[in-house]
T-cell receptor, first 115, second 116 residues
Framework: NAGVTQTPKFRVLKTGQSMTLLCAQD?????MYWYRQDPGMGLRLIHY???????AKGEVPDGYNVSRLKKQNFLLGLESAAPSQTSVYFC??????????????FGPGTRLTVT | AQSVAQPEDQVNVAEGNPLTVKCTYS??????LFWYVQYPNRGLQFLLK??????LVKGSYGFEAEFNKSQTSFHLKKPSALVSDSALYFC??????????????FGTGTRLKVLA
């Protein structure tokens, strides 16, 4: 199986443009997460989902929206991109049962630049 | 506030020597603790976790970590470092939220450099 995949891998946006990042997982995980990684700040949680049709705000949700219409997909939207949203975005998923419970599996990341 | 601290931005160690990467945490309730490793231009990879049981946890690639409740620490260790261990290491803790769900809080990362 592919694990966690992210689309696209790279993107350059102009200020004010919108885009959607797609995350897909094939492990039937319940939980999914979107993080951003900035130098010296580690990973910060943007939004997360504990199941299909549910989403919740994380540490830095402003300027982002998410949707989880299907269990395997978690979409992150930027409605009006700003230079402060230049970052590397990671999606992750996890389960709360079984031998690998609570371990997060990460996608390869999306490098977004907003000019 | 719930948090994770990695006090060292970078740790340098000679190949073959033991290594330690430090992590302390502040969380209410029983902590679930994790270590992840990130190689350049890659996503994070799970190394090991502590949920309950033996305080010494063994993980991938010969790494281990010791949970110390009194010191609220979860330091990552390896008896003999390899050059290929050079990477960015993150400590994380699972924390409760006000809505009754859980989320993960990550430290800022420690860059490990193993010198040949």
């Amino acid at each position: 199986n592919a694990g966690v995949t992210q689309t696209p891998k790279f993107r350059v946006l102009k200020t004010g443009q919108s885009m959607t990042l797609l995350c897909a997982q094939d492990m039937n995980h319940e939980y999914m997460y979107w993080y951003r990684q900035d130098p010296g700040m580690g990973l910060r949680l943007i939004h997360y989902s504990v199941g299909e049709g549910t989403t919740a705000k994380g540490e830095v949700p402003d300027g982002y929206n998410v949707s989880r219409l299907k269990k395997q997909n978690f979409l992150l939207g930027l409605e009006s991109a700003a230079p402060s949203q230049t970052s590397v975005y990671f999606c992750a998923s996890s389960n709360r049962r079984g031998a690998h419970s609570y371990e997060q599996y990460f996608g390869p990341g999306t490098r977004l630049t907003v000019t | 506030a719930q948090s994770v601290a990695q006090p060292e931005d970078q740790v340098n160690v000679a190949e073959g020597n033991p290594l330690t990467v430090k992590c302390t945490y502040s969380v209410s309730g029983n902590p679930y603790l994790f270590w992840y490793v990130q190689y350049p231009n890659r996503g994070l990879q799970f190394l090991l976790k502590y949920i309950t049981g033996d305080n010494l946890v063994k993980g991938s690639y010969g790494f281990e970590a010791e949970f110390n409740k009194s010191q609220t620490s979860f330091h990552l260790k390896k008896p003999s470092a390899l050059v290929s261990d050079s990477a960015l290491y993150f400590c994380a803790v699972r924390a409760g939220t006000t809505s009754g769900t859980y989320k993960y809080i990550f430290g800022t990362g420690t860059r490990l450099k193993v010198l040949a």
